[in-house]
């Protein structure tokens, strides 16, 4: 079925509670920002309103709401490559020394730590971001794989499957993509790009390994917020109730929000730390199969990114970042 251990991966949960109340403070807070943005500009709204009639009213208090909203997403889209910087990554570089059986400093809080070792192989949040985006394209085309190789099966039916799997995959894949910024963690590497194009082969040598228990995991931590969701409806209702005018599906969306600040703070830590035992333990010994570095190639052009970056890193020469017009 699966190849991770659950009460291990709680376990090194545990002995990381500064990196998970440090993520609590940060997704919650986010969630937060949304509920009092989207309040506020309703309140606005509201008063705009009263200068004209029912629908006028009910239009304003709306779109108040929604400006409210939508400026808080654009301002987290702005900062995103940040979260990914001093949260997600600081947390992973903690788990691999603890999964390595190496020490924390006592003098150094794990996050400081952990921001430490992201600095000194990524050098900055753009760096990370790059490598972050292209990596997740190399592994969707990976998870195509399927897909191709359904088509060829004269078998009713399993190209429909395989494309639905194919979806399921994209979900799954959001838990994945940062086990290969372990590995550069992990071996200590000054080259952050040869060191995705290293963990991006071996990755792919054991991919069904990998994705069997990336859907599993989809199920369980999608499952669980699932739940989350549903136990997040009638208080996320109540403070809709008590903003000015209605604003229709505010209680819905809410707990929308809730429910993801609770999955990314807790729920996916959870997951990530489960892929690090599958893919430490499935590549360990192994090393990077030419053939499947050859299939990579030809496969994704955003692997071929990855090399040519890792290229010109290697030469001194540091490569643009932004991967915005390679190929899948």
Not at 241 to 266: C, S
């Amino acid at each position: 079925m699966w190849n991770f251990s659950l009460s291990g991966a709680l376990a090194l949960m545990a002995r990381t509670a500064p990196f998970l109340l440090f993520r609590m403070a940060v997704y919650f807070a986010i969630a937060c920002a949304y509920v009092i943005a989207t309040g506020t500009g309703a309140a606005i709204g509201y008063g705009v309103g009263q200068f004209g009639d029912g629908d006028f009213l009910a239009s304003s208090t709306a779109v108040g709401g929604f400006a409210g909203f939508g400026i808080v997403a654009a301002v987290l889209y702005l900062l995103r490559e940040y979260v990914l910087y001093l949260v997600k990554a600081g947390h992973i570089a903690v788990l691999v020394e603890l999964m390595d059986g190496r020490a924390l400093p006592e003098a150094e809080g794990q996050v400081s730590y952990g921001s430490r070792m992201v600095r000194e192989r990524f050098t900055e949040a753009s760096v990370l971001f790059g490598v972050d985006q292209l990596v997740k394209g190399v592994i969707a085309a990976i998870a195509g794989l399927v897909e191709g190789i359904a088509s060829f099966l004269p078998i009713p039916g399993l190209e429909a499957a395989a494309r639905m799997f194919r979806g399921f995959l994209k979900i799954a894949v959001g838990f994945t993509d940062e086990v290969i910024l372990a590995h550069a963690l992990r071996t200590r590497s000054d080259n952050p790009w040869a060191s995705a194009e290293e963990a991006l082969v071996l990755y792919g040598q054991n991919y069904k390994t990998m994705l069997r228990n990336a859907a599993w995991l989809a199920v369980l931590i999608y499952g669980l917020s699932f739940v989350v969701f549903l136990l997040a409806l009638a208080p996320a209702a109540a403070l809709v109730y008590l903003m000015p005018g209605a604003l229709g599906a505010g209680g819905f969306v809410f707990a929308l929000l809730f429910a993801w600040a609770f999955k990314e703070a807790l729920l996916e830590p959870l997951a990530i730390t489960c892929m690090l035992q599958v893919y430490f333990k499935t590549t360990e010994g192994q090393v990077p199969d030419p053939q499947w570095r050859a299939r990579l190639r030809d496969l994704s052009g955003k692997f071929r990114d990855i090399g040519s970056k890792a290229a010109s890193w290697a030469s001194g020469r540091q490569p643009p970042v932004r991967p915005l017009a390679a190929s899948a």
